[in-house]
Structures are given as C-alpha cells and as structure tokens.
C-alpha cells in the first residue's frame, strides 16, 4: 500500500484536490482511503462520504497535532492495508503553521492557495519546506504574474519540490498529480521509518492545562521574547 500525507494551511482546498485525485486513481481501478487529522471540527468527512470515499476522522483537541498525528499514524496505516487499500491519503491542517505531519520515505503533499499573499510560502513552515509536491490552488483566481510570483515565492522556501497548479473544483491538474502519486513507494508498515522534521518541543504548564498567567506557575520549557530597547 502507498501512503501519501498532505498537509496544508486552513481552506486552502486540500480536500478539493484529494478528491479530484482520487477520481483520476478510481479510472486506473486503485481504490484509496483518506484519514483527516484536525484539531477541533471538521465537515469534510461529509463530503468524502458523499463521493463515495471512505474515510477515517480523528480530532487532536488539546493534544498538540503533530504528536497526535504521529502517534496514530501507525494504527491507520495498519487498518487501510488490512483493509486492502492501494492508496492511504492522510490530510492534515497545518492550524500553527508548525506542523510537520511528513515523513522520510513517504511522498509528502502540501497544498497551499495563492489567495493566501505572495508572501504566505515563507510563513508555513516544514509542511511546506519538507514536502516532496506543492500543490498550488486558486490559481484561476489570480493573474499570470501573480501566479509566478506565488511560485517563485514556493521555490525559494523549498528548491527541491515538483510545483504544480490543481484546480479543485474543475479537477485541471489533478491528472499530472496522479502521476506523481502513482510513483510514490509501497509500504508494509511504518516501523523503524521517521519524522522529517521534529514536533514542537514545548512542554510546560500550559501544555499541561495551566491558566493562571504568572511566571510563577510556568514550568519546564518555555522561551522568551527578547524585547530590545
């Protein structure tokens, strides 16, 4: 079975585009499953049910989700391949811009919409710079020159990954997609394979369910703003 994560910021239309891919394997007879990772709510498992895909859903709530992510990840993947899945999609929303849900060997996705600013690639963090595809949506929207510049901007954070334009809701691009997907490696299981990037690292009070603000009650790893005169 082929996993392949996709990671993106909030309404960037990762959805969108799993789902336009997943028509383009459905033409080849490859069947795939999706696991959606978020923190609080989502509707998007509606919409995969509608089309038809099954799919798994599981909230991080105060959990941190990148831990959370890592620490199911093995239990899905071993519940899609006996389930005899060719494809297992996981989709993660990359809320803090910290998250890191990619991992080494496995084909990482990460979907991000020119709407956003030309400027927003320096601003989301490994999901983008440790990605193996960038997917840029909403590129109808914009003009030519935004579009490059929005590119240009992608490359500069992350030289190594295949830029390339999907339309979510016409599926223009999804089939260029599919043909990357499709060269991803197979994977018996996830043991012994790592994280491309750490988790975030913070563990205090706060993490642990402390309101009170003082520096008296902050325990453990914190860190401090340098405020310069």
Partial sequence: MKLITFAGPPSSGKTS??????????????????????????????????????????FSDKVCPDHYFVTNIEDVHYWAKNKGYDYLIT???????????????????????????????????????????VVVTKGDIVSQAEREVFAFNVRQVNAQAKVMFVNGITGQGAFMLSKHIKEAAEHQTLQGNTLRFTTPSAVCSYCLGETRIDRIFEMNMSKRLEIKE
């Fill in 91 to 133: 989709e993660s929303a990359g809320l803090c811009s910290r998250c890191s849900p990619h991992i080494n060997g496995v084909l990482g996705v990460c979907v991000i919409d020119t709407l956003s600013g030309v400027d927003t690639p320096r601003k989301v963090g490994p999901m983008l710079k440790e990605a193996d595809l």
């Fill in 17 to 58: 585009v799993i789902l336009q891919l997943i028509k383009c394997l459905k033409a080849e007879d490859k069947k795939a499953c999706v696991v959606k990772f978020d923190c609080l709510t989502s509707f998007d498992h509606l919409r995969y049910k509608e089309n038809g895909v099954p799919v798994q859903i599981g």
